[in-house]
């Protein structure tokens, strides 16, 4: 009875060493599988990462490119459009100067000849209505060359502000000399300042346009390929901080 248990003992222990000596090469394959798996994953990323990095920041700085240009070109068409405004105001701002200046030199001759006595005329109410039809008519003209308003010519017609139709012709033609240059000289300042706002919004649209230009350009060299193995590191710096820039702050027409 003992050798038969001793038989059998000795029969199963083999067979049990063999199904363990399976069960553990089994598991240290496994184990080796799980623990492979990851390495070849990461030595993937590793290798796909610079690659789709590069990939992703050209295509920003393409878009980023194609962004700039265009807010140039813009920036550029609304500089030039203000500078044809400019141009105009100050075209208009030269001929309201040289109509005060003719309204101030004629006011200033006739002030000079005023200076001498006035011609002895009958106060007759004959008189009187021959200087009222006198301003009224050098009134309307005045108005009809745009020197008086419609304001002022009512003044007139109504003898309101100092407007007397009962002085001589030769004082009024003085009173309504002044009140043209000063009329002249008003309609120059205005023009003087839509000249200066004009020449304003010119010199802001020129610097915006020239700053945007100078971006523009930037972007386009950023964006030509250069090769690997003649670009120093010096040179891949600038296209990667203009890609960065492309990200976070698009341009805009100032």
């Known amino acids: ?7 059998n003992f000795l029969t199963a222990v083999p067979e049990a060493a063999a199904i363990w000596s399976a069960l553990i090469v089994l598991a240290l394959a496994l184990l080796a599988v799980l623990v492979a798996r990851p390495e070849r994953d990461g030595a993937t990323e590793v290798e796909a990462d610079p690659v789709d990095a590069d990939t992703l920041h050209r295509a920003d700085l393409a878009r980023y490119a194609d962004e700039v240009a ?8 609304t500089a030039h459009r ?29 002030a ?11 106060h007759t109410p004959t008189e009187y209505a021959a200087r009222e039809r006198w301003l009224h008519h050098a009134a309307m003209s ?55 706002l004009a020449w304003r919004d010119a010199e802001l649209a020129a610097e915006s346009a020239r700053t945007l230009a100078a971006e523009a350009y930037a972007a386009a060299v950023a964006l030509r390929p250069v090769p690997a193995s003649r670009a120093p590191a010096a040179t891949r710096v600038p296209a990667t901080a203009a890609v960065r820039s492309a990200r976070w702050r698009p341009a805009r027409v100032g």
Do not use: C, F, K
């Open 82 to 110: 203000r500078r044809e405004r400019w141009l105009a105001a100050q075209t208009e701002a030269d001929r309201a100067w040289a109509a005060y200046d003719e309204a101030d030199t004629a006011a200033r001759r006739l």
């Open 112 to 122: 000079a000849a005023g200076a001498l006595p006035a011609p002895h005329t009958p």
């Open 1 to 7: 009875m003992s050798q038969t248990v001793l038989l």
């Open 142 to 196: 005045a108005h009809w060359r745009g020197d008086l308003t419609a304001r002022q010519l009512a003044d007139v017609l109504a003898h309101r502000n100092g407007w007397d139709p009962r002085r001589h012709p030769a004082e009024q033609e003085i009173v309504l000399a002044r009140t043209v240059r000063d009329g002249r000289r008003a309609g120059w300042e205005t023009a003087a300042e839509r000249e200066r």
């Open 70 to 77: 265009v807010a140039a070109a813009g920036a550029a068409q």
